[in-house]
T-cell receptor, first 115, second 113 residues
């Protein structure tokens, strides 16, 4: 079974530019998460989707970050405009929905450097 | 709120040494507890989990026991190998359906031959 796919793996941009990240979850997984992992810290949730609906975006900086999951499969996370403090690894994870607490499966992440 | 505190790293051990990485948590209700591992250049992988008090999670020689009385989930391995070198993250979710993980800051382990 294919895992969670993310692209690009690395991105370097200048501040005030925009950037987009893509995630393809494991087939059949209804729940999708985006996490931000700043160097030396644990991942922190940005947004959670179930199918194509947003479950939790309370920690998403909505003045510059946006995310969508059209058709309940792939998802895109965008930053516009980027700031220096956005340098981090952006992790996508997915899990099935079966009524219990399901394991989350993570992609390899996109490493963003903002100069 | 929910939070996880794990021991600061880095931890450097010789091969075949005993490993303990401490993890304590604060949570309302009865969370599920996890250890994730991140090998160099790779994504996070689930190492083990426990969903209720006194449960023991185990995988690849690693073990952790869910201790409600001490709100702890310490990771142990009896004999580490060079291939265990990685960053280890303790995490929790509230035990109420598909909810986001709350992670500790991670502990980097280096095992030398």
């Amino acid at each position: 079974e294919a895992g969670v796919a993310q692209s690009p793996r690395y991105k370097i941009i200048e501040k005030r530019q925009s950037v987009a990240f893509w995630c393809n979850p494991i087939s059949g997984h209804a729940t999708l998460y985006w996490y931000q992992q700043i160097l030396g810290q644990g991942p922190k949730l940005l947004i959670q989707f179930q199918n194509n609906g947003v479950v939790d975006d309370s920690q998403l900086p909505k003045d510059r970050f946006s995310a969508e999951r059209l058709k309940g499969v792939d998802s895109t996370l965008k930053i516009q405009p980027a700031k220096l403090e956005d340098s981090a690894v952006y992790l996508c994870a997915s899990s099935p929905v079966t009524g219990g607490q399901e394991t989350q499966y993570f992609g390899p992440g996109t490493r963003l450097l903002v100069l | 709120g929910n939070s996880v505190t794990q021991m600061e790293g880095p931890v450097t051990l010789s091969e075949e040494a005993f490993l303990t990485i401490n993890c304590t948590y604060t949570a309302t209700g009865y969370p599920s507890l996890f250890w994730y591992v991140q090998y160099p250049g790779e994504g996070l992988q689930l190492l083990l989990k426990a969903t209720k008090a006194d449960d023991k999670g185990s995988n690849k020689g690693f073990e952790a026991t869910y201790r409600k009385e001490t709100t702890s989930f310490h990771l142990e391995k009896g004999s580490v190998q060079v291939s265990d070198s990685a960053v280890y993250f303790c995490a929790l979710t509230p035990n109420s359906g598909n909810t986001p993980l709350v992670f500790g800051k991670g502990t980097r382990l280096s095992v030398i031959a």
